[in-house]
């Protein structure tokens, strides 16, 4: 059974700074890998989707890589802003899981002024 | 992108009724999705709505207590019965689409508090 962990589970930053948001997970054989945000009392919003072929993707201040061989992934957050603060959930998908995801424990980032 | 939407958003209901949720799709869509997200956990899915047959539940979830419909492309239902506290979650449905990529959208989610 594929299980997703995120690490840290909580975050607290300065604004301005470079940070870096870490996930894992057990089973290798994944499709793809999503990051997505979630505000509170809302629902989740599409960052990044990484095919398993592929080894980053970028968007704006957000790059996100896949190793998939060690089973980990990281979300890097360029000049943090409060506007970034929210819960980072990464997702995967299995080869073959026809579009199911599990979905990691989250990290509840907050950028302070 | 595609723009979901989720009704009601929010509900308080007491324990042993049922609450039918709605998600609505503004395009066809290939597949839709229900997942819960218990307080302070993440999402585990439910199960998969399939067009004009029965749902897919996953481990742990069973049609007596989670019924879905999905009538059309673009539409589905997940209904929480005989619902007690343990119940109390947000339910989010989520679609994938040939014309969005790989990537899945989420619904807004619906809050549901059961007494």
């Known amino acids: 059974k594929q299980e997703v962990t995120q690490i840290p589970a909580a975050l607290s930053v300065p604004e301005g700074e470079n940070l870096v948001l870490n996930c894992s997970f057990t089973d290798s054989a994944i499709y793809n890998l999503q990051w997505f945000r979630q505000d509170p009392g809302k629902g989740l919003t599409s960052l990044l989707l990484i095919q398993s072929s592929q080894r980053e993707q970028t968007s704006g201040r957000l790059n996100a890589s896949l190793d998939k061989s060690s089973g980990r992934s990281t979300l890097y957050i360029a000049a943090s802003q409060p506007g970034d603060s929210a819960t980072y959930l990464c997702a995967v998908e299995l080869t073959g899981g026809g579009n199911k995801l599990t979905f990691g424990t989250g990290t509840q980032l907050k950028v302070e002024l | 992108s595609a723009v979901i939407s989720q009704k009601p958003s929010r509900d308080i209901c007491q324990r042993g009724t049922s609450l039918t949720i709605q998600c609505q799709v503004d395009?066809?869509?290939?597949?839709m999705f229900w997942y819960r997200q218990q307080p302070g956990q993440s999402l585990t899915l439910i199960a998969t709505?399939?067009?004009?047959?029965?749902?897919?539940?996953e481990s742990g979830f069973v049609i007596d207590k989670f019924p879905i419909s999905r009538p059309n492309l673009t539409f589905s239902t997940l209904t929480v019965s005989n619902m007690s506290p343990e119940d109390s979650s947000i339910y989010l449905c989520?679609?994938?689409?040939?014309?969005?990529?790989?990537?899945?959208?989420f619904g807004p989610g619906t809050r549901l508090l059961v007494l």
């Open positions: 709505a399939n067009q004009g047959s029965e749902a897919t539940y």
């Open positions: 989520s679609v994938v689409g040939q014309a969005l990529g790989e990537t899945q959208y």
């Open positions: 395009s066809q869509v290939t597949m």
